[in-house]
């Protein structure tokens, strides 16, 4: 994408870091706090939700494919996913809102479609644990796609903090978990990095040396 990203640019000069940094942290909470209703809603309506999931190879199922990433099988189930994800979406969403949406949306469909396609017949794939994966892969490639420093730096921690979880969760041996969701997730956000990576304005990567 050529340009910087402009996702925060205001008429008085731009966001400054805090705003940047309350602005995710209010996306990412109330991205949360609807997974956790929806939830909510779920066992109040006896899990009439848990049909959102993806039953793979089915037609009708495709429609299902956005909707997964926001159902999850039960409180313990959304629990595990509700720590990652608010850490992993509010570092993406820093970088603007713009093109975290667009990265979003990518490894979602991707990873639906992915779970679609190749996950054992008979099962129901749902969760954002998908989107999780994304990120993940986004954020630790992204930095050093872009060669800036800082992105780099982050990419690490998050590699650091996550890394041997992320592995086991690829694991096709894993059979507690959709590893198919899982791969597909993580290869959708590294492909994100590539494809969304910010540039500056000769359209060079961003903090390349030129």
Not at 42 to 56: A, F, K, R
């Amino acid at each position: 994408m050529a340009g910087r990203d402009v996702s925060w640019t205001r008429s008085d000069g731009g966001w400054s870091q805090g705003e940047r940094a309350k602005t995710a942290a209010k996306l990412m909470v109330g991205w949360v706090a609807l997974l956790w209703l929806l939830e909510v809603v779920d066992v109040i309506t006896g899990h009439s939700l848990d049909g959102l999931g993806i039953i793979p190879r089915t037609s009708s199922e495709l429609v299902d494919i956005v909707p997964a990433s926001f159902v999850h099988f039960g409180f313990a189930h959304l629990a595990a996913n509700t720590v990652p994800l608010l850490v992993l979406g509010f570092v993406a969403a820093l970088g603007g809102l713009r093109r975290f949406a667009a990265v979003s949306a990518l490894i979602i469909v991707a990873d639906g479609l992915g779970v679609w396609l190749i996950s054992p017949a008979h099962t129901n794939t749902a969760g954002a644990s998908g989107l999780i994966f994304g990120l993940f892969g986004f954020l630790v490639i992204s930095g050093f796609v872009e060669r800036r420093p800082l992105g780099i730096m982050a990419g690490v921690l998050i590699a650091a903090a996550w890394g041997s979880s992320v592995l086991v969760g690829i694991a096709p041996t894993n059979t507690t978990v959709s590893w198919q969701g899982h791969l597909v997730g993580l290869v959708s956000g590294v492909a994100a990095a590539f494809l969304f990576r910010r540039r500056s304005a000769s359209g060079s990567p961003e903090g390349a040396i030129r």
